[in-house]
């Protein structure tokens, strides 16, 4: 780049960050390198060094109501506060609730407001990655950003957890009690963890029936409709692995109501480990733990260190930091 426009880096750098020190003439040559070159700013080496707002967007593509009744939500969101406020940079939070809530949001980051943007809860296809990209704005995202496939994007810095090696360590468990009608709910397919998580689950059972197979939003209702469902469809079926532990407190709900006895007619495992969830229920529930809020806290401390420390960060490219956390089942009842 700065060999194309005749420039050293530093100003190729500060004419990027639109800095008025450099001259029309050169910041219009570097303008046309770029978009000779289709140069994009590497998001994941943009820590941010030269703060101008001490303003961190934080960007939740739920309903607001969901931060009310969802303890991952809170749970995630603690995390990022706690470590935005030991760097001294102030949270913005903003709510993607419908597509329509996507230019307004676009709008707000391009504005200059903040320094960088923490982003989670995305949808498959979602325009967020592309337009935080088109900005140049430093960005990580909770969970790997996925396309329509489900395959990830490796332009992009994230902090995720093993959701795969979980979800089979969660249905080893269940085949080692001797269960083998195993069914699962699944989040809202359109997100990766969930896409992940039912990947795990046909790892293992990769001839399971569609029947067994109950898609649900990582809600409580939905996890109680899912399961009823799922009795509805299969009967007989004896464990069941939820992807996430709000919807399988809804799924041993719904199976209080149909007087199934948990673990003795159905043994349920469910995944995030979350306290006031997992200690609570009756019996208290097996699950996947996997770190939330430490994984909110290495969010947001990859936009300030581009190399964190982290459980396991992935090699395959040096500019790019991902962390893919570990997971642990952590067997409370025999399920």
């Known amino acids: 780049m700065a060999r194309s426009a005749g420039v050293s880096k530093s100003t190729v750098s500060r004419a990027i960050d639109g800095e008025p020190k450099v ?99 995305l949808r498959t296809d979602d325009p967020l990655p592309s337009m935080v990209e088109r900005i140049g704005l430093p960005a990580v995202f909770g969970g790997r950003p996925a396309d329509g496939s489900g395959h990830h994007h490796r332009s992009h810095t994230y902090v995720d957890a093993d959701n795969p090696g979980g979800a089979r360590e969660a249905v080893r468990h269940l085949l080692g009690l001797g269960r083998r009608r195993i069914a699962t709910i699944t989040g809202p397919l359109n997100q990766a963890a969930a896409i992940d998580r039912l990947d795990g689950y046909r790892d293992v059972l990769p001839d399971a029936a569609p029947a067994l197979v109950a898609e649900a939003d990582f809600t409580l209702r939905g996890g109680a409709d899912a399961m009823a469902a799922l009795l509805d469809r299969c009967p007989d079926l004896d464990a069941v692995f939820v992807a996430s532990d709000l919807m399988a407190s809804g799924a041993l709900r719904t199976l209080r109501k149909r007087g199934r006895r948990v673990p003795d007619a159905v043994a349920v495992i469910g995944f995030d480990d979350l306290p006031t ?35 396991w960060t992935d090699p395959g490219d040096a500019a790019l930091p991902i962390v893919v956390t570990a997971t642990e089942l952590v067997v409370r009842e025999p399920a």
């Open 23 to 121: 001259r029309a003439e050169v910041a219009e040559r570097i303008r046309q390198a770029v978009r000779e070159l289709g140069y994009v700013p590497n998001q994941a080496a943009r820590s941010l060094v030269t703060r101008r707002n001490n303003a961190v967007a934080v960007v939740v593509t739920e309903p607001q109501n969901r931060l009310f009744v969802d303890p991952y939500l809170d749970c995630h969101l603690r995390g990022i506060r706690q470590e935005l406020v030991r760097r001294g940079a102030q949270p913005v939070l903003l709510f993607i609730e419908d597509p329509e809530d996507c230019p307004r949001v676009g709008e707000f980051l391009g504005g200059g407001h903040v320094d960088g943007a923490l982003l989670f809860s």
């Open 277 to 311: 969830i997992a200690e609570a229920t009756d019996p208290p529930l097996t699950t996947v733990h996997q770190d939330v809020e430490e994984m909110g806290r290495l969010m947001a401390r990859l936009l300030f260190e581009p190399r964190p420390d982290a459980p």
